[in-house]
């Protein structure tokens, strides 16, 4: 299931970029297209692995995603100190994948 989290995180980077270039009605039925596909698949994911984690998963690699696509596609200006907060909200993420594991989540028509 995180591979789901995975390619949403990569529609996310596809949506957000999204929201800031697309300039005709393609671009942005293309944005649209991704932000369900990304949601879509989000939800799906979270209905099978811890929420919170999923979702802190999710957002670390769209910011990251779309950090990266535009200095490297629109030339955004780049610093070190952009290069330290995103490590360092890349270790949060990671220690809060791993302090919360891979456990299955009951259900409530489960219980």
């Known amino acids: ?3 789901l989290v995975i390619i949403a995180g990569i529609f996310e980077v ?10 005709t009605p ?4 293309l944005t649209v297209i ?9 939800v799906r994911a979270a209905t099978v692995l811890p929420t ?3 979702y802190a998963i999710f957002v670390a690699l769209g910011t990251v995603g779309t950090v990266f696509v535009d200095i490297v596609l ?5 610093n070190i100190w952009m290069l330290f907060f995103i490590v360092l909200l890349l270790a949060g993420v990671l220690g809060l994948k791993l302090v ?3 456990k299955k989540v009951e259900r409530m028509d489960e219980a």
């Open 34 to 42: 991704g932000i369900i596909i990304s949601f879509t698949l989000l």
């Open 100 to 102: 919360t594991g891979d």
């Open 1 to 3: 299931m995180w591979i």
């Open 14 to 23: 596809g949506w957000a970029t999204g929201l800031k270039y697309a300039s």
């Open 52 to 54: 919170s984690t999923v």
């Open 74 to 78: 629109f030339d955004a200006p780049f």
């Open 26 to 29: 393609f671009e942005w039925t």
